[in-house]
């Protein structure tokens, strides 16, 4: 990369503060959200869809839904 940036004349970015990871994480962490779906068994057998959304800031996971026959207008 370094040849590709000295051929074309650009020049190394500027040094810039060092953040660290947890840092960077806990800044935005009001905003952000992690959503995903599982799946579990019923104690009668039946298989439920999830979809889970855990809030990085508090920490609290919701439940947004489940169903038992998951379709795309669902999961939208």
């Given at each position: ?73 669902w999961m939208t």
């Amino acid at each position: 990369m370094w040849n590709i940036f000295k051929e074309h004349g650009i020049d190394p970015a500027p040094e810039r503060d060092h953040t660290t990871w947890a840092s960077f994480l806990r800044s935005p962490a009001h905003a952000i959200l992690a959503a995903g779906f599982f799946e579990t068994k019923t104690l009668t057998g039946a298989t439920l869809t999830v979809l889970a959304v855990i809030e990085h800031a508090t920490r609290r996971v919701r439940i947004l839904g489940t169903t038992t026959h998951p379709t795309a207008a669902w999961m939208t």
